[in-house]
């Protein structure tokens, strides 16, 4: 068995490498003037804290309960538009975006969401995923910020999770199939 | 004589590098990052076409009794 555990290990080195390599900054970033809060279930979240929502400690996001969430730009931003995306490797998906005229010259938004109806759009989502946000005004990008949100439900609840865990072991085998070689006869 | 299994080791190392990427984002431990998306699996191919090609863990030889 030593042989496998040498393999294991050598595995979980070049893992340790690349994490420690190019470990992410982890901490919430803001670019521009903007700024918000987030208050789920009673715990308020904000951009001035750069820990909350940050690698080490994402923002939960329960399946019930509601977010109230409240937001200024430092400034009238118009025409205006923005987009929320979720960050897949070298890729972002845009889940959310807005935009409007804003002929009120409103610098401040404030409201709050369900986040019982939220979950139910996205069922059978599990794990971390880092969040990012951009707000543009007359077509120039006036900021943007990015940050960590975790959602709690069992990643062996999910689809994706119960195809992850088993396709580790499915591949595990393989490859110790493959460092065991075929037997030929001499 | 034992024989190497490169395709099977790169096949299984670069999709055990997926999954492994699959399961920290799963359970919250790292997000789907340019490290672990692309790292992880060409990380499991290098190991994978290594134990495929030398099968480290081929079954020890016995030595014939004298």
């Known amino acids: ?186 | 004589m034992r024989k190497g299994r490169p395709i099977l080791g790169a096949i299984a190392g670069l999709l055990l590098g997926g999954f492994v990427a699959l399961d920290l984002q799963q359970y919250a431990i790292r997000p789907l990052d340019n490290v672990t998306i692309i790292g992880l699996p060409f990380a499991g191919l290098v190991i994978g076409i290594a134990l495929g090609v030398l099968h480290p863990l081929r079954p020890g030889r016995r030595t014939p009794p004298s």
């Open chain 1, 1 to 186: 068995m030593s042989s496998v555990v040498r393999f294991v290990g050598a595995f979980a080195a070049v893992g340790t490498v690349l994490f420690v390599g190019a470990a992410p900054a982890g901490a919430v970033t803001v670019s521009g003037p903007c700024s918000g809060t987030a208050t789920i279930n009673g715990k308020q979240y904000t951009t001035a804290n750069k820990d909350d929502a940050s690698l080490a400690h994402p923002m939960p996001l329960p399946k019930t309960g509601t977010v109230t969430y409240e937001g200024t730009t430092g400034g009238v931003t118009k025409p205006e538009h923005g987009h929320l995306s979720v960050v897949l490797g070298p890729g972002e998906v845009t889940i959310y975006s807005w935009k409007s005229s804003n002929t009120g010259n409103k610098t401040t938004d404030t409201g709050t969401k369900s986040l019982t109806s939220a979950s139910k759009k996205l069922p059978g989502i599990a794990g971390i995923y880092e969040l990012k946000g951009y707000h543009y005004s007359n077509g120039a990008l006036y900021c943007s910020g990015s940050g960590y949100i975790k959602f709690t439900d069992s990643p062996l609840s999910t689809p994706l999770g119960i195809v992850a865990v088993a396709g580790t072991v499915v591949t595990g085998l393989g490859l110790l199939v493959a460092g065991l070689g075929k037997g030929m006869r001499a």
